[in-house]
T-cell receptor
Framework: KAGVTQTPRYLIKTRGQQVTLSCSPISGHRSVSWYQQTPGQGLQFLFEYFSETQRNKGNFPGRFSGRQFSNSRSEMNVSTLELGDSALYLC?????????????FGPGTRLTVT | TQLLEQSPQFLSIQEGENLTVYCNSSSVFSSLQWYRQEPGEGPVLLVTVVTGGEVKKLKRLTFQFGDARKDSSLHITAAQPGDTGLYLCAGEDYSNDMRFGAGTRLTVKP
């Protein structure tokens, strides 16, 4: 079974631009979560989608948004990029929500904002 | 402030030594997971513990969930260089939200 895939793996953008990252979950998984990982803050939850609906959102500004398609693939968008948005963006998929649900992470997209 | 506190933050040991890392919280979790992450890659799930007091073994790794479901430990016996990485714990609260600790960065020297 193929794992979680994320594209692109690396991205360099300049301040003020916008970016869209893509995540394809494991086949059959309906939940997709996005995280931002930085050396200073660790893994910070961005949002989760389940069956095309945003189920939960972390404490990030409105510049960060996402969506999920009917095939469970998900995208996240960051508008008006800031230097502080440089991070590893991770997507994780799971079969379901609920006690003991397990997340499987993709390799991440390394975003550098200059 | 992290909801889940992991200690130590950094650990550097020689091959063959034993070690324990901890994951503590004042909150109760319905389940807790441990991941290992290598540079430039996403975290890889090692284990999920669900029952208070539960102990799970994965080869040389032993995971324990506290009786009160607020804390967990990971013990590695006879560490090897391949164990090097960032170890993350994540707790699932009763809203089914996942909270991550900041991680313990382990280096095992040959």
């Amino acid at each position: 079974k193929a794992g979680v895939t994320q594209t692109p793996r690396y991205l360099i953008k300049t301040r003020g631009q916008q970016v869209t990252l893509s995540c394809s979950p494991i086949s059959g998984h309906r939940s997709v979560s996005w995280y931002q990982q930085t050396p200073g803050q660790g893994l910070q939850f961005l949002f989760e989608y389940f069956s095309e609906t945003q189920r939960n959102k972390g404490n990030f500004p409105g510049r960060f948004s996402g969506r999920q398609f009917s095939n469970s693939r998900s995208e996240m968008n960051v508008s008006t990029l800031e230097l502080g948005d440089s991070a590893l963006y991770l997507c994780a998929s799971s079969l379901k929500r609920g006690s003991g649900y397990e997340q499987y992470f993709g390799p991440g997209t390394r975003l550098t904002v200059t | 402030t992290q909801l889940l506190e992991q200690s130590p933050q950094f650990l550097s040991i020689q091959e063959g030594e034993n070690l324990t890392v901890y994951c503590n919280s004042s909150s109760v979790f319905s389940s807790l997971q441990w991941y290992r992450q290598e540079p430039g890659e996403g975290p890889v799930l090692l284990v999920t513990v669900v029952t208070g007091g539960e102990v799970k073994k994965l080869k040389r790794l032993t995971f324990q969930f506290g009786d009160a479901r607020k804390d967990s430990s990971l013990h590695i016996t006879a560490a090897q260089p391949g164990d090097t990485g960032l170890y993350l714990c994540a707790g699932e609260d009763y809203s089914n939200d996942m909270r991550f600790g900041a991680g313990t960065r382990l280096t095992v020297k040959p």
